[in-house]
């Protein structure tokens, strides 16, 4: 995620003079969002399902829109509760096109429920969503030594981010392209990019190490 070019550090401090990346200046919402879950590694189906949904309806839209309407998305999806979101019917589409609190995108609502579904299966053979995403967890050897603003403005997609969208299309997930991925690995804790000098770096560098990667491993000969 990065934005406001105007701030050549990528940074910016508040009156308590704690610097952060400069995409969460717009409102103490997001600032909380950026502090307390950005880069955090998550190993929570529902929330990993959660994350895959909301950046397919933020799609041609910020993130701070959808960050406002999550609530109302939550409530709208059940939770993002992946066996009830299945079960959506045609009635379940129309209702949610006309609820006014999330984005009505008819094609983004089907996405999810299609999504769905396609996450029963992925359960069924890797038990869960977690150990499936966390396999494309970057090797830290091959990421860039420190996060810059120039680093980051080039890694909208990333080797894993094309390989993680291309094979969940095959598995016939929508809405799940490789810049998108990226951004969900962003935000799921599978990168730390968090800019060099951000107040959050840290805290997510000591939860990645803290963090048991659910993702299976094969044993190196």
């Known amino acids: 995620m ?17 610097a952060r990346c400069v995409w969460c200046r717009a409102t103490p919402q997001y600032q909380h969002y950026h502090d307390t879950e950005w880069g955090i590694p998550v190993g929570d ?17 910020s993130w701070l829109t959808i960050l406002n309407k999550r609530e109302a998305f939550r409530l709208a999806f059940c939770g993002f509760d992946i066996d009830r979101i299945a079960a959506f019917d045609e009635t379940d589409v129309k209702r949610l096109v006309l609820d006014a609190g999330i984005v009505r995108h008819k094609g983004k609502i ?20 977690a150990r499936y995403f966390w396999q494309y967890e970057p090797d830290a050897s091959k990421r860039p030594e420190q996060i ?8 909208t997609t990333s080797a894993e981010s094309i390989a993680l969208s291309k094979d969940l299309r095959k598995r016939g997930w929508t809405f799940v392209g490789p810049t998108t991925m990226y951004a969900f690995m962003q935000a799921m804790g599978l990168v730390n990019d968090h800019l060099l000098g ?9 939860a990645r190490s803290e963090f048991a990667s659910p993702s ?4 190196p000969l």
């Open 198 to 206: 951000c107040s959050a770096r840290l805290k997510a560098s000591v």
């Open 216 to 219: 299976v491993r094969p044993t």
């Open 110 to 129: 089907e996405s999810a429920i299609n999504n769905a579904k396609r996450a029963q299966q992925m359960r069924q053979e890797f038990g869960t969503l």
């Open 45 to 61: 189906d529902s929330r990993l399902f959660e994350k895959v949904c909301l950046e397919g309806f933020q799609a041609g839209l």
């Open 2 to 18: 990065l934005d406001d070019a105007s701030a050549p550090t990528g940074l910016f401090t508040d009156d308590t003079h704690v």
């Open 148 to 155: 810059t603003y120039q680093t980051l403005g080039g890694l």
